[in-house]
C-alpha cells in the first residue's frame, strides 16, 4: 500500500506540469483582447500574438522526445518547471511586443516539451490496470489549469489596463512549486533499463512496489531506435491521427477565444470573462468522470461515444453563433466541454503515451504531440482571422468542427483498445 502509495505521489508531482499547461494555455483568453489594444495589433498580427506560444509549442513537441530519451525524464521536467517560471515573470514585465513574444513563446516550448515527457513518465511509473487513471491525472491537471487560468482572469479582469500583467504573471507560484516537488521523484524505470542498466531500474520498480519488466532486459542498452519504420507504421498512424482530429473538434479557438465567442453571441463585457469559468469548471468535472472510468470502459467507448455528443453541441454552436437561439449558447458550448472532456480529453494524453513501444516511446509520443500543437496553433491563428472578415464567420467555423467530428468517429472504429494491458503487451495488439 506505501509503495502504491509513492507511485501516486510520484504521478502526481509529474502531473503538475499538466497543471501548467492547462493554465499557459488558457490564461492568453483573458489578456488577449487588452494586448491587442495595447500594441494596436490588426486580425493577423494579433492571431500570431495569441498563436506565438503554440509554435513554441510545435518546436518543444518536435525535440522533447530526442531530449528526454538523452538525459532522462526527470531533468527535462526540471527544465520544464524553469521555462515556465521564466515565462510567466518575463511576460508580465513586458514593455514591448517582441519581447512579450518571446516569452510567451517560451511558455509553448515548455508546453510542448510537457505534453510529451509528462505523460511519457507517469505511464511509464504506472502499474498497467491503473495507467489510464495515472496517466489521466495529467489531463486532470490541465483542466484543472485552465479553470484556475479562467477563474484568475476574472478576478483581475476589472482591475485596469494592466490586468493582463497579473493573469499571466501569476502562473510563476505554480511553476515554483513544480520545480520544488520535482526533486523528490525518482527517474523512470523503464528509461533506465534502456540507458543505465537493469540493477538501477530495478530499484525504482522496488520503490514502486512493481516487479521488474524482463522485457527492459532484452533491449539494446544505449541504442538509438528509429521511430520511422514499417513496423511502428500503424502506431504512428493511429497517434497523428488521433492528435489531428483532437484539434479539428475545435477545442482550442474555445479555449483561447472564450471571452470573444461570447461577446460575438452579444453578452456584455463582464458576463463574457464569467463565462469561461463555468466551461472551466465543467471541463474538470468531466474530466474527472473520464479519468475514473477509463480503465473500466476503455478508450474506444468514451472516444465513439463522446464523438456523438461533440457533433450534436457543435451544431447548436454554430446556429447560436449564426443567431438562432444565442441565448442558449453557453449550454451548448458547455455540452460539448462535457463531451470532449470525457472523450478526446481524457484519452489523448493517455493514448499517445502507451500506444507506442518502450524503445520509441518518446519519439512516438513526441510525433503525436507535435502533430496535436501544429493543427492547435492553426486553429487558434486562423479563427480571429475568418471570424472577423467573413459574414457569420462563427457559424461557418462551429460548423466545419461538427463535420470533422464525423470524420473522427470513422476513424475511432479502427483503433485498438488499449486497457489493461501492460506497456510491452500493447506492443504485441497494435502490431
Given amino acids: 500500500m506505501i509503495l502504491m502509495k509513492n507511485v501516486w505521489k510520484f504521478a502526481l508531482i509529474a502531473s503538475l506540469g ?28 494579433h492571431g500570431l500574438t495569441v498563436s506565438i506560444s503554440l509554435i513554441g509549442t510545435i518546436i518543444g513537441a518536435v525535440i522533447a522526445g530526442r531530449l528526454s530519451d538523452r538525459y532522462g525524464r526527470k531533468p527535462i521536467l526540471i527544465a520544464i518547471a524553469l521555462l515556465y517560471l521564466f515565462s510567466a515573470v518575463g511576460c508580465a514585465v513586458s514593455t514591448y511586443w517582441s519581447v512579450f513574444l518571446l516569452f510567451r513563446f517560451l511558455g509553448g516550448l515548455a508546453v510542448g516539451i510537457s505534453s ?18 495515472l496517466t489521466g491525472l495529467f489531463q486532470v491537471m490541465i483542466v484543472t489549469g485552465i479553470f484556475v487560468a479562467y477563474l484568475t482572469n476574472f478576478l483581475f479582469a476589472g ?6 500583467r497579473y493573469m499571466l504573471g501569476i502562473m510563476a507560484l505554480p511553476a515554483l512549486l513544480f520545480y520544488i516537488l520535482l526533486k523528490k521523484i525518482p527517474e523512470s524505470p523503464r528509461w533506465l533499463a534502456l540507458h543505465k542498466g537493469m ?13 521488474t519488466q524482463s522485457s527492459s532486459s532484452n533491449e539494446n542498452l544505449n541504442t538509438k531506435t528509429a521511430l520511422f519504420q514499417l513496423r511502428y507504421a500503424k502506431p504512428i498512424l493511429f497517434a497523428v491521427l488521433l492528435a489531428f482530429f483532437n484539434q479539428m473538434t475545435g477545442i482550442n479557438a474555445i479555449l483561447y477565444y472564450a471571452p470573444r465567442i461570447f461577446e460575438m453571441a452579444g453578452y456584455d463585457a463582464q458576463l463574457s470573462y464569467l ?20 480503465d473500466r470502459i476503455g478508450r474506444k467507448k468514451l472516444l ?3 464523438a456523438v455528443g461533440m457533433f450534436f453541441f457543435l ?13 442558449m449558447l453557453l449550454y451548448y458550448i458547455l455540452g460539448f466541454i462535457a463531451s470532449f472532456a470525457l472523450s478526446q480529453g481524457a484519452v489523448i494524453w493517455v493514448f499517445l503515451a502507451e500506444i507506442f513501444p518502450n524503445e520509441v516511446r518518446a519519439q512516438g509520443s513526441s510525433l503525436g504531440s507535435t502533430t496535436h500543437w501544429i493543427f492547435a496553433a492553426l486553429i487558434s491563428w486562423i479563427f480571429p482571422v475568418i471570424v472577423e472578415g467573413i459574414p457569420q464567420g462563427g457559424f461557418y467555423v462551429f460548423l466545419f468542427y461538427a463535420i470533422m467530428v464525423v470524420l473522427s468517429f470513422v476513424f475511432i472504429l479502427f483503433i485498438p483498445e ?9 506492443k504485441g495488439v497494435v502490431h
Avoid: C, H
Fill in 304 to 306: 465513439l461515444s463522446g
Fill in 199 to 211: 540493477d538501477q531500474a530495478r530499484s525504482v520498480f522496488e520503490l514502486l512496489g512493481q516487479e
Fill in 159 to 164: 482591475i485596469g489596463e494592466d490586468a493582463w
Fill in 18 to 45: 499538466g497543471f501548467l499547461f492547462g493554465f499557459e494555455t488558457a490564461v492568453i483568453s483573458g489578456a488577449e483582447q487588452i494586448i491587442q489594444r495595447l500594441w494596436a495589433l490588426d486580425a493577423f498580427w
Fill in 275 to 294: 463565462q469561461p469559468i463555468f466551461i472551466g469548471g465543467t471541463n474538470v468535472f468531466f474530466t474527472l468522470i473520464g479519468m475514473s472510468i477509463i
Fill in 315 to 327: 451544431l447548436l454552436t454554430a446556429y447560436g453563433l449564426k443567431g438562432d437561439n444565442s441565448d
Fill in 116 to 133: 510529451v515527457v509528462g505523460p511519457v513518465y507517469i505511464s511509464e511509473i504506472a502499474p498497467s490496470k491503473d495507467r489510464g487513471k
Fill in 418 to 426: 488499449t486497457k489493461g494491458k501492460s506497456l510491452e503487451d500493447i
